[in-house]
C-alpha cells in the first residue's frame, strides 16, 4: 500500500478492524450493562442504553419507540399557532377510537359503525368525511349513513374471511393524521424556533404535509429511514443512533468502530442485523458459521448442498490450526531469496 | 389485635422501665455480679423483656441510662446485641464502615490459628496451626464470651503506616525478616490421606502391602522406598512430591482373561496414595482402622512448616488484607530513635477509601496497652472515641511517646532521618490460610487429556493456564499470526494426519508395509498435513452423523 492511501485511513494493511471494533465496542458496554439497570426511578419513555443499542444492532422491526423530529419551514418555525396546525395533521385519528359501538354481520358482510358524536366534534370530524375517506381506501363498499352510524356493506364476493380482515383494517384506519402516529408536541428551541417531536415514525406521510422542512426530517426507525431515503442514510442513522446512545451513557467509542458496523450491517442493499439471522449467519464458511450458533443446522445443509470451504477466513483457519489470515499472516512471501538471485544473475 | 407466637421467631432481650427510671437497679446489678441471682430471675420479675421484631415497632428504646426520657419504654441491656456475631466479632466496630464488616468477619474465618486444643489427634483434611498464637491486646465482650480467648486467631505486630521504596503499593505488606526469623506468622499446615481395603464383588481385595514391581502401573523403586513392611509410611518421615503413602494393590480392574495354563499368578494394580503434586512435608502421624464394614483404613497426616514468604496473605481484624511483597532485612528496616524496627509495614492509602478508623484507634490502644501492660475493651457503644483518643494519649505520653502515636523514623538503607513522623502503632493480624506454597503451579511441559490431546486444567492435574477465546480475540486484534498459531496448535493439540490426495479422506501409515493407506478408497497416495487433533475429531464426529468431509489439498 502506497504512503498516501495509508495515510487516507489510517490503518496498517492486514489490520483486523473488525476485531478491534467489536473490542472497542464489547468492553464499555459491559458497564453499561451494570449502569442502565441501576439508574432506577428515572421514568423515560424513550429507551436508551443497552436496549436501544440492542435494538439498533439486532435490527428490530418493530422497535420499542419510534420517534421522528421535524422541523418547520421558515415560515412556520416562528409561529406557534401556525406550528400547532401542522402538528394537527400528524396525529391519528383512528376509526375505533372514534366509536361508540360496532357490529359485525359476517353472513351478509356488512358491518355498523354507531360513532359517539362527542369524539367526533373534539375531533372535528363529521359522518361524511370519514365515508369519504374509507370509500378512497377500500374498495368495493357502498357506505350508508344512519344518523349517527354508519353501515358498511361489502360489495364483492361475499368472502367472508377477506371481509373480516378489511372490517378489522377499517376499524384501524386513521380517518385523520398519519397512520403509526400516536401522539405529537410542539416543542421550541433554544432559538425560540418551534418543531415537532412525533412518537411513531411515518416519514413518507410526514414529507407530504405543508410546512415541513424536508431537509432536515429526522427519524429514529432505521426501517422508515431505509424505505424513504435509502440505504446511505439508513447507514448513517444507525451509527448516529449508535453514537448518540453511546454518548447517553458517557461510553466513548471512536466513531470509526460504529462506522463499521453499521457500514458491515447495510453493505448488502439491506438491513442486517449482527447476529445469526444476519451478518454472522451469513459468512460465508461453513466452519465459521457453525462455530458461531446452531452448529448442526449448518453442517447438515452444507452436507446437502455439498459446500466447500475455501478457508479464507480467521475462524475456520484457527480451528484445523492453519495461521490466519490477518495482521503478520496476511503478508505472503512474494519470491524466495535463491529465486531472487537467479533473476539477479539473469539481469 | 395481632398476636404472633411463631415458633422459631427472632426475639431480642430489653429491660423494662418503671417510673421514667430503670427496673434493672443497682442493687440488682450487685446481686448479678456476686452471682446471687441470674439471668433468667430477671426474665421471671419482669425486669427483663423478650420483643420480637413486629413488637419493637411500638416500643421506645434507650440505648443506655443517659439517654432516658419521658416516653421511653425499654433500655437495651447493651448497646453491643444490637449487633450479630459479624460485626461484634471485630473491636471498635462503630468506627468502621459499615460495608467493612463482613469482609472483616470473612477474614476472621480465613484465619490460621489454633482452632483446636486436641489438633494433634485430629485427621482433618486440611488444617493450619500457628506457631504462637496471642491474645489481642484490644478485645471486646463478644470476643470473650466466644471463647476466643482458648482459641486465638492472630499475633499482636508492630505497624508502621509507611510506604517502602514502592514495595507495599496497594494492599502488599513490607515484613520485617528478623521478625519472621523469630516465628512471626509462622505456622503449621497438615494435610490428610485417607485410604481403604475395599472389598469387591468376586472376593477380591485390595491389600495394604509393598506394591511388587510386577503390578500394573509400578512407578518405580524410588517412590515406595520410605514404606514400613505394612506397606504404610513411617512417622517423622520426610515426604515429596509423588511419594507413595500407603502402598495399596488392587485387583485389575478388567475381568482377567483365562490362560491356557489354568489360574496362573493373580494380576495386581498398584493403586497407591501418593503426596499431592506442589507439596512435601513431613510424616506427622499415622493410623490403622477399621471402618463398620471391617476393612481396614489408613490416615496419614502430613505435616509442613510455613513461613510467611512473598506472596503469603494477613489481615487485621478491620478487614485490611494484605499480600506480602517483600521481606526485608532487620537493618534495612526503617527504625525509631528508640531503635524499634517495625515487624510490618503497611501503606497508608489502604485506610483513607476503606474507612477503617477503628484500625487506627486498634493501633493506638494496642500500642498504650503494650506499654503499660493492660488490655483494653474495644465493645461497640462502650466507649466513646474521643476520650479514647485521649486516654490513650496520656498513656503514651507517659511512657515517653507521642501522644498521637506519630514517630520520628530513621531509613534503615541511608540513615536518614525521614522528614515526617510516621503513625506507628499495635495491630492483632491474622495469617489468612491462602498462602502461595499451597497455590504455586508452572507448566511448560505436561499431561495431555485423552479425547482432545489438549493440555489439562486445574493444579492437581498439572495443567496449564487456558488460553481462551477472548485472549484469542485480543491476538487476533492484534494481528500476531504466529503466535496465535503457537498457542492454539503448536503448544496445544498439534497432530500429525494422513490425507488421502485422491478422496480427501483421513488415512493412516502402515509402518509394516511402510506406505500411507486410504481406508476409504483404498489408495496409497496421502500426505501428511499438521492439524489440530480438535479438527480431526470435528471430522469424525461428522462422519459419525453421516457427513462426510472430504479435505482438498494444495501444495505451497
Known amino acids: 500500500m502506497s504512503a498516501k492511501n495509508e495515510k487516507k485511513f489510517n490503518v496498517v494493511y492486514g489490520e483486523a478492524v473488525g476485531a478491534v471494533a467489536a473490542h472497542s465496542f464489547g468492553e464499555p458496554s459491559t458497564q453499561m450493562v451494570l449502569r442502565t439497570f441501576h439508574s432506577a426511578g428515572i421514568a423515560s419513555s424513550v429507551v436508551t442504553g443497552l436496549p436501544r443499542i440492542l435494538e439498533l444492532v439486532d435490527a428490530r422491526k418493530k422497535q420499542q419507540s419510534p420517534l421522528m423530529t421535524i422541523r418547520l419551514d421558515k415560515s412556520y418555525a416562528k409561529n406557534y399557532e401556525k406550528a400547532k396546525q401542522v402538528k394537527a395533521q400528524f396525529e391519528e385519528v383512528l376509526v375505533k377510537s372514534l366509536l361508540e359501538n360496532f357490529t359485525e354481520d359476517l353472513k351478509n358482510v356488512t358491518m355498523v359503525l354507531e360513532f359517539d358524536k362527542e369524539k367526533l366534534a373534539q375531533s372535528d370530524l363529521t359522518l361524511k368525511f370519514i365515508s369519504g375517506k374509507l370509500q378512497a381506501k377500500f374498495e368495493n363498499i357502498d ?50 424556533e418551534f418543531y415537532i417531536i412525533t412518537s411513531g415514525s411515518n416519514m413518507a406521510g410526514a414529507l407530504d404535509i405543508e410546512g415541513v422542512d424536508k431537509e432536515h426530517l429526522y427519524s429514529n426507525d432505521m426501517f422508515d429511514v431505509l424505505k424513504v431515503y435509502g440505504i446511505e442514510a439508513a447507514r448513517n442513522m444507525i451509527a448516529n443512533e449508535l453514537k448518540k446512545t453511546m454518548d447517553e451513557e458517557n461510553v466513548s467509542v471512536g466513531f470509526r468502530h460504529i462506522g463499521l458496523l453499521a457500514d458491515a450491517m447495510t453493505y448488502g442493499g439491506s438491513i442486517k442485523s449482527a447476529g445469526r439471522h444476519g451478518i454472522a449467519g451469513n459468512k460465508a464458511s461453513v466452519f465459521a458459521r457453525a462455530s458461531y450458533e446452531e452448529t448442526v443446522k449448518h453442517f447438515v445443509n452444507a452436507s446437502v448442498f455439498g459446500e466447500r470451504d475455501p478457508l479464507k477466513g480467521v475462524s475456520e483457519n484457527i480451528l484445523i490450526g492453519k495461521q490466519i489470515n490477518v495482521g503478520t499472516g496476511r503478508i505472503k512471501l512474494a519470491i524466495k531469496k535463491e529465486d531472487l538471485k537467479k533473476v539477479d544473475a539473469e539481469k | 389485635m395481632h398476636i404472633n407466637a411463631d415458633k422459631g421467631r427472632v426475639r431480642k432481650p430489653y429491660i423494662l422501665m418503671e417510673n421514667g427510671k430503670s427496673k434493672f437497679t443497682p442493687e440488682l446489678r450487685e446481686k448479678l455480679k456476686t452471682r446471687e441471682i441470674d439471668f433468667n430471675y430477671l426474665v421471671r420479675r419482669g425486669i427483663i423483656e423478650y420483643l420480637d421484631a413486629e413488637e419493637e415497632e411500638n416500643v421506645e428504646v434507650a440505648i443506655d441510662e443517659a439517654h432516658i426520657n419521658k416516653s421511653t419504654t425499654h433500655m437495651e441491656v447493651d448497646p453491643a446485641i444490637m449487633f450479630g456475631l459479624t460485626v461484634n466479632s471485630s473491636v471498635y466496630p462503630e468506627f468502621n464502615n459499615a460495608g467493612r464488616h463482613p469482609v472483616a468477619w470473612n477474614f476472621m474465618k480465613q484465619s490460621q490459628g489454633l482452632y483446636s486444643t486436641n489438633f494433634n489427634d485430629r485427621y482433618d483434611a486440611r488444617s493450619y496451626i500457628l506457631f504462637y498464637p496471642q491474645l489481642p491486646l484490644i478485645d471486646s465482650i463478644t470476643y470473650r464470651t466466644l471463647g476466643l480467648e482458648r482459641h486465638p486467631q492472630g499475633q499482636n505486630m508492630v505497624v508502621a503506616l509507611s510506604t517502602y521504596y514502592g514495595y507495599n503499593m496497594k494492599d502488599a505488606v513490607v515484613f520485617n525478616k528478623a521478625a519472621v526469623d523469630r516465628g512471626l506468622g509462622r505456622s503449621a499446615f497438615f494435610r490428610s490421606y485417607a485410604d481403604e481395603e475395599m472389598r469387591y464383588p468376586g472376593g477380591q481385595q485390595d491389600h495394604f502391602t509393598l506394591p511388587p514391581p510386577t503390578a500394573e502401573g509400578y512407578r518405580g523403586e524410588h517412590v515406595y522406598s520410605r514404606l514400613g513392611e505394612d506397606g504404610i509410611i513411617e512417622p517423622e518421615m520426610d515426604v515429596k512430591e509423588g511419594d507413595a503413602l500407603v502402598g495399596k494393590i488392587s485387583p485389575p480392574r478388567f475381568l482377567e482373561e483365562q490362560t491356557s495354563f489354568g489360574i496362573g499368578e493373580e494380576k495386581v494394580r498398584d493403586n497407591s496414595v501418593e503426596l499431592r503434586s506442589g507439596e512435601q512435608g513431613t510424616v506427622d502421624r499415622v493410623m490403622l482402622s477399621e471402618t463398620i464394614g471391617a476393612t481396614r483404613i489408613a490416615k496419614v497426616r502430613i505435616r509442613s512448616i510455613k513461613i510467611p514468604e512473598i506472596g503469603d496473605k494477613f489481615a487485621s481484624r478491620q478487614s485490611q488484607k494484605g499480600v506480602i511483597s517483600m521481606i526485608v532485612n532487620q537493618e534495612d528496616m526503617p527504625y525509631t530513635k528508640d531503635g524499634i524496627v517495625p515487624d510490618m509495614l503497611l501503606n497508608p492509602i489502604g485506610l483513607p477509601n476503606r474507612m477503617t478508623y477503628g484500625h487506627m484507634l486498634e493501633m493506638l490502644g494496642a500500642k498504650a496497652g503494650s506499654l503499660k501492660g493492660k488490655k483494653f475493651d474495644g465493645t461497640p457503644f462502650s466507649n466513646n472515641g474521643a476520650a479514647l483518643v485521649d486516654e490513650f494519649g496520656s498513656i503514651l505520653k507517659e511512657y515517653g511517646f507521642d501522644e498521637f502515636g506519630d514517630e520520628e523514623f530513621y531509613d534503615g538503607r541511608t540513615g536518614r532521618k525521614f522528614k515526617g513522623k510516621i503513625f506507628t502503632g499495635v495491630v492483632y493480624y491474622q495469617r489468612l490460610w491462602h498462602m502461595v506454597s499451597l497455590k504455586l503451579q508452572v507448566r511448560s511441559r505436561g499431561p495431555v487429556q485423552i479425547l482432545t490431546r489438549q493440555p489439562t486444567e486445574g493444579k492437581p492435574r498439572k495443567g496449564g493456564l487456558k488460553f481462551g477465546e477472548m485472549e484469542r480475540e485480543a491476538l487476533i486484534g492484534y494481528g500476531a499470526s504466529l503466535l496465535l498459531k503457537e498457542r492454539m496448535l503448536d503448544q496445544s493439540d498439534k497432530a500429525s494426519v494422513w490425507i488421502c490426495r485422491d478422496c480427501g479422506d483421513i488415512g493412516y501409515y502402515d509402518y509394516i508395509k511402510n506406505v500411507a493407506v486410504c481406508p476409504l478408497c483404498g489408495g496409497s497416495s496421502l500426505e501428511e498435513v499438521e492439524i489440530s487433533y480438535a479438527f480431526k475429531l470435528l471430522i469424525d464426529e461428522l462422519k459419525s452423523m453421516h457427513i462426510l468431509p472430504r479435505v482438498r489439498m494444495k501444495s505451497d
Do not use: C, P, W
Not at chain 1, 356493506?153 to 377499517?170: D, G, H, L, P
Open chain 1, 143 to 192: 357506505a350508508e349513513q344512519e344518523g349517527h352510524s354508519l353501515k358498511i356493506k361489502y360489495k364483492s364476493k361475499k368472502e367472508m374471511k377477506s371481509a373480516r380482515t378489511m372490517f378489522v383494517n377499517m376499524r384501524n384506519f386513521a380517518v385523520k393524521g398519519l397512520q403509526g402516529i400516536k401522539k405529537a408536541t410542539v416543542q421550541q428551541d433554544d432559538d425560540g
